[in-house]
């Protein structure tokens, strides 16, 4: 939010029933904060002023302009504390622990915080909710470096193993906001460098300015309660900073999975992090050879991983399940470079050339494989490679497959959860009825029971015997009274079949962030309508089924339209809709697709101005 330095539009000093109705509101706000915390804060003497700045966010400030409190709403609902206000009050906000002071490096460049990088206390997290307001502090140092929101709550974090974004950093040390003041205030005499890696020279230090002049005087109203004295250090700091500061190898001290949560973070000089991928760069590569390469990769496919009983599947899911785990060790696959660009133009020109059957569903606007030509040429004279298929996650890369950018790394996902109709299938195959599993394997399993018990008709191999506990799972519930079982079923119809009787889901993966939800994947809806004064205002919901934050779209839309936006709640119903003033339904859809990756299939416009 304090990311980058700008200029507040209008400044001003609050009237006294502000400041009752600013008392209040962080008393209510802050239910741990005593009167004398409050005091200390917010000096009752002391001049209180309120700055508006160009993103909406209000900034109040107490004399000699040290930000104490910003609302991001400007409406009161969600104000913080600045660290200036935490550094005399440490205990105002619960308080995250960093496992290790290097973790720092990356939050007070900006970066949100992960669960990885939290130290868990032996008693375990206090309960808290999504939304809450929590600091950040550093082993050994009592002063807050960084203040944010939870972004889920403790329930749900313990579901989801403690992985992911656990605090949504609105504010941190050495921000925008912070350097918005002349003669910082800093907690233990210098740069929390020294402070984060546990110098024991300067983990007792005091509270000082980095050139304190007429600033003591001017503050020393609000500082008294700040541990330690306030002393004019001047250059003698500045020195000695300089010469205690260590100099840390980034990459080799902090863990890999902290190093992999924050690794949207770019960092300059010593702390800089190389990102290495391994793998080889498709950039000198020609787009014949690209072509060469997916043919290549197609055709080991359909010796190695793909069946006829997987038949038919996505594109999509052909894609990301068996062509890419067929690419050669440490090749980037990249459809964009070949003279297709598109999966579903390569698909089709094998389907032109009578290796494969083909269609587009016109409903999902996808392209389906059919079948497979196995008597084709180019199948018949392909020998396949004997070595270990590359593992990949089992998850339909929509980005890559569709020829997008794959910065978004947007990842949709049907799986199916065993339901009470197929429990007994699973358990007889030794497979959890607990877990989440694919189409494919959950297909595999069933054929996997029909081989086990030999279920294929003797005289006709495409056709499936039911025996009492395949045709309980089938069919049990669903055939009316009266009605007779069937006896047989064909193999094509098995797989279909067996999927409609699990219970559907389907995950959503985008960066670090996963969530599993129950049901099909529900759209994001965008609607013009007419309000007072002839005006247009279009709204836009459903964001949370792509881990979109409606903070963030709303503050990108705001620029890129030149035009007011909002958040509101959507009233009855959970989740938040954006509220952008004028009629822009075409590019706000295509905003979402370009640079959000949601599918053209999962977005509903409604334009109620035309008539």
């Known amino acids: 939010m304090f990311k980058k330095a700008f200029e507040p539009k209008a400044q001003q000093r609050l009237s006294g029933a502000d400041r009752k109705k600013l008392r209040r509101t962080i008393k209510e706000k802050f239910q741990n904060a005593s009167d004398a915390d409050i005091d200390l804060i917010i ?27 910003f609302d991001i709403d400007g409406r009161g609902i969600d104000i913080f504390p600045t ?22 490096r990356f939050v007070i460049g900006g970066a949100d915080l992960m669960f990885p990088g939290i130290s868990i206390p032996e008693e375990g997290f206090p309960s808290f909710q999504a939304g809450q307001p929590w600091a950040v502090k550093v082993p050994g140092n009592a002063a807050p470096i960084a203040v944010g929101s939870t972004t889920m709550s403790s329930s749900e974090a313990l579901k989801a193993g403690l992985r992911g974004k656990a605090l949504r950093i609105t504010h941190y040390y050495r921000d925008s906001l912070w350097d918005s003041v002349e003669g910082h205030l800093v907690p233990n005499g210098g740069f929390y460098e020294d402070v984060v890696l546990e110098d024991p ?57 902290i190093i992999s949560d924050t690794s949207g973070l770019k960092l300059t000089g010593d702390a800089s992090v190389e990102a290495g991928s391994g793998e080889k760069d498709m950039h ?29 599947i996505p594109g999509s899911t052909l894609w990301s399940n068996h062509v890419l785990p067929c690419r050669p060790s440490g090749m980037i696959l990249d459809i964009k470079k070949s003279s297709h660009k598109k999966l579903s133009k390569w698909l089709q020109s094998k389907s032109s050339a009578g290796l494969i059957s083909a269609k587009e569903d016109k409903h999902k606007k996808e392209i389906i494989l059919i079948a497979i030509n196995r008597m084709h040429p180019d199948y018949t004279s392909f020998r396949p490679e004997k070595r270990k298929t590359e593992v990949v996650d089992h998850s339909i890369d929509i980005n890559a497959a569709e020829g997008r950018p794959s910065k978004l790394h947007l990842e949709l996902l049907e799986v199916y959860k065993p339901s009470v109709h197929v429990n007994p299938i699973f358990k007889s195959a030794g497979h959890d009825t607990g877990s989440f599993y694919s189409a494919s394997e959950a297909t595999e399993i069933a054929f996997q029971y029909v081989e086990n018990q030999n279920l294929v008709k003797p005289t006709n191999k495409a056709i499936i015997v039911l025996d009492a506990t395949l045709c309980d799972a089938l069919f049990k519930g669903a055939i009316k009274k009266g009605s007779t079982y ?65 903070e963030a779209l709303a503050a990108e839309l705001q620029k890129k339209f030149a035009c007011s936006t909002t958040v509101a709640e959507l009233p009855g119903k959970k989740g938040h809709e954006v509220l ?11 905003h979402l697709v370009e640079n959000y990756g949601v599918p053209k299939r999962y977005i509903e416009v409604l334009d109620k101005t035309r008539k």
């Open 43 to 69: 000096p009752p003497k002391t001049e209180i002023s309120v700055s508006k700045y160009p993103n909406r966010v209000l900034v109040y400030s107490v004399e000699a302009g040290f930000p104490m409190f």
């Open 486 to 550: 069937p006896s047989e079923i064909h193999k094509k119809d098995l797989g279909s079949a067996f999927l409609s009787r699990m219970q559907a889901h389907h995950r959503v993966t985008r960066g670090n962030e996963t969530v599993v939800r129950k049901g099909a994947v529900k759209t994001v809806q965008i609607m013009t309508e007419r309000r007072q004064g002839n005006k247009k205002m279009t709204r836009v919901s459903g964001l949370e089924s792509f881990l979109i934050d409606p």
């Open 284 to 312: 000198d590569i020609s787009s014949t050879e690209v072509d060469v390469l997916l043919d290549k990769c197609l055709l080991q496919a359909f010796h190695t991983t793909l069946k006829d009983k997987d038949l038919p």
């Open 83 to 104: 660290v200036y206000a935490l550094w005399q009050v440490p205990e105002l906000l619960p308080a995250f622990m960093l496992k290790g002071g290097e973790v720092s």
């Open 201 to 257: 020279a300067l983990s007792s230090g005091c509270l000082t300015h980095d050139s304190c002049g007429d600033m003591c005087s001017a503050t020393s109203s609000h500082q008294n309660g700040m541990t330690g004295e306030v002393a004019d250090v001047g250059n003698v700091h500045q020195e000695q900073s300089l010469d205690t500061t260590p100099h840390t190898n980034i990459k080799e001290d902090i863990p890999e999975d």
């Open 580 to 590: 952008v003033q004028g009629g822009v339904i075409e590019d706000l859809g295509r």
